[in-house]
């Protein structure tokens, strides 16, 4: 196959993981029991400001482009400003899927946590094919990746540090403009903790398929 070809089959794979991370925003959203870590920023934003969902995340996403610039410089890779295209695409596949599901709520809190429970799989789905293919990193983990490089930082304890920076950004402007707390509860952390599990099971089914996609 030749390179362009796969180069195309690699973008379309990408864009089918952001299509699952729209969903699993929107389905957490209607659970009412909290947005995941990286999404709760644009969440909250989007609640103070009245603007629609997909809007805030372009806009938080871009901003995590411009500050990734800002710490890193000359050494800022100009390939990673396709973030920016995607995070707009991605904004959209938002909008879009909040449209598809509507209103739509299981009854109960257990059908709330059932809720809950699919938008972990649609992340783990998600992340597992865009990072699978290998092609640029999504906003919140090029900023992770910048921060961990400037502070000379393990990436995965830089992650863990960006996450908790997020939902307490989060949880202060939530009480600050609204009064009260939203958008960060139990959901959010049983997303923190349970979605890089679900991610390392998932990856062993859907790996050997994207590379026979791929090759």
């Not at 934003?45 to 890193?72: D, E, H, K, P, T």
């Not at 449209?99 to 699919?118: Q, S």
């Amino acid at each position: 196959m030749n390179t362009a070809s796969n180069l195309l089959r690699r973008i379309l794979i990408y864009i089918a993981g952001l299509f699952f991370l729209a969903f699993s925003v929107s389905i957490s959203a209607n659970s009412g029991l909290g947005i995941s870590p990286v999404n709760s920023l644009p969440y909250v934003m989007a609640l103070v400001s009245g603007f629609q969902l997909g809007n805030c995340v372009i806009a938080v996403y871009c901003l995590y482009v411009v500050i990734q610039i800002l710490l890193l410089g000359k050494d800022f890779k100009w390939f990673n400003l396709f973030q920016i295209i995607f995070s707009i695409l991605f904004g959209y596949f938002v909008d879009f899927t909040d449209w598809i599901i509507g209103d739509f709520m299981i009854p109960t809190y257990w059908g709330r946590l059932i809720m809950l429970g699919i938008s972990m799989l649609f992340i783990a789905v998600g992340i597992s094919l865009y990072v699978d293919v290998d092609l640029i990193p999504m906003p919140m983990e090029g900023l992770t990746l910048a921060c961990a490089k400037k502070l000379n930082l393990p990436f995965h304890n830089m992650k863990i540090i960006a996450d908790c920076t997020a939902v307490a950004l989060s949880a202060g402007i939530s009480i600050i403009f609204l009064n009260h707390l939203d958008g960060v509860r139990e959901g959010t952390i049983i997303t923190a903790l349970g979605a890089g599990k679900l991610v390392a099971i998932v990856q062993k089914v859907i790996r050997p398929a994207v590379e026979r996609y791929c090759s």
